[in-house]
């Protein structure tokens, strides 16, 4: 399932950026969304994700300061961020699960200066 993700940047700390995720298939037929991010040096965590049902879960690091959300009218999900801060700085994947499989979006940068 190709994915298109956007929204990377640079931000000074405190400020916000929304991510989005496009897939090929409809959100509809999708069992899971989710982001995840690789800082440098570290290994890919999980920083939030939603089920079909709209149950959603966020890495500690994250809660009260992402929102992760899917607009069915542009068939894509979204992650907001706010209050970031110089360790959010990493690269940001978005996952689709479905048909039993995952699928990966090619990563967008983010990076947060003090």
């Known amino acids: 399932v190709p994915l298109v993700e956007s929204g990377g940047g640079l931000v000074q700390a405190g400020g916000s950026l929304r991510l989005s995720c496009t897939p090929s298939v409809s959100i509809f037929t999708i069992s899971a969304m989710g982001w995840y991010r690789q800082a440098p040096g570290k290994q890919r965590e999980l920083v939030a994700d939603?089920?079909?049902?709209?149950?959603?879960n966020y890495a500690d690091s994250v809660k009260g300061r992402f929102t992760i959300s899917r607009d069915f009218a542009k068939n894509m999900a979204l992650l907001q961020m706010n209050s970031l801060k110089p360790e959010d700085t990493a690269v940001y994947y978005c996952s689709v699960d479905w048909q039993n499989d995952r699928a990966w979006g090619q990563g967008t940068l983010v990076t947060v200066s003090s």
């Open positions: 939603i089920t079909s049902k709209g149950t959603t």
